[in-house]
């Protein structure tokens, strides 16, 4: 965390340079059974992977929305935050038929939804490990595992990013990369994020601010981590102690 950070992209530079090999997001699906932990060096060049299929396959220009049909997931966050890096608007459950490009999950409701885009769609499997989409991805869809691995380690903007620029929408509330900042930052200590090293469990949707500020910006922002969870109701209460005694979680949002 730098206090010169202005946009998302910026806190995830920040801590790229403080402590690379640091967790930043652990990912529990408890319909599922997987566990997935990424150091902030792994989660960043997922970031960037992301962010140059954005601006180099996809062609997204600053200002571009990008809607995405995505659950709380450790490849949602990577993905808001590829959006942050080149400049467009990630509109979190957004309109599919007022985006320049859509990325979707696997449920049928979503990529029929996402459908309505007539820019570029992708599509997640959301399978462990990043996997693909077996035996292919829907018709009309790029899959994302299969796009992502051959980009560019390194990402860097073809124009600077401008922090008072739209950066996010969800819930229907538009925020500017700044603001998205400030608000994490202020936040954070309400969170029990108080400072490096604080650990949160969160099982909020990503759909409300408060979901996208407990499960990935108050980490970033305050230089701590998330334990993301998502169908955490399927999980026994003995499990959710379990975990949050094993993960060293300091605070929770359920």
Known sequence: MNATDRT?????????????GRPLVTFYD?????????????????????????????????????????????QTAVWLLACASVGVVADVAGDPGAADVVVSGPEPESLAAARACSGPRIALALRPLGGRFAPAPPEGFADYAVEVPGQGDRFVPYAPVDPEAPALIV?????????VVERARAEASGLGLTGPGARILSGLPYDT??????????????????VLCRHLERAGAGVVDQRIETERVSATAR
């Not at 998302?8 to 690379?20: E, K």
């Not at 819930?171 to 603001?179: T, V, Y």
Request: hydrophobic letters at 45%.
């Open 8 to 20: 998302p992209a910026d806190l995830l530079s920040s801590a790229l340079a403080a402590d690379p």
């Open 209 to 226: 601010w408060e979901g996208l500020s407990a499960g990935l910006y108050g980490p970033l922002a305050s230089g701590g981590s998330v």
């Open 171 to 179: 819930a229907g509330r538009e925020f500017s990369g700044a603001e």
């Open 30 to 74: 408890d319909a599922t059974g997987e566990r997935v932990e990424l150091s902030v060096a792994t989660f960043a060049n997922w970031v960037a992977k992301t962010a140059n299929l954005l601006q180099d396959e996809l062609s997204v220009e600053p200002g571009d929305r990008v809607a995405l049909l995505l659950p709380a997931h450790w």
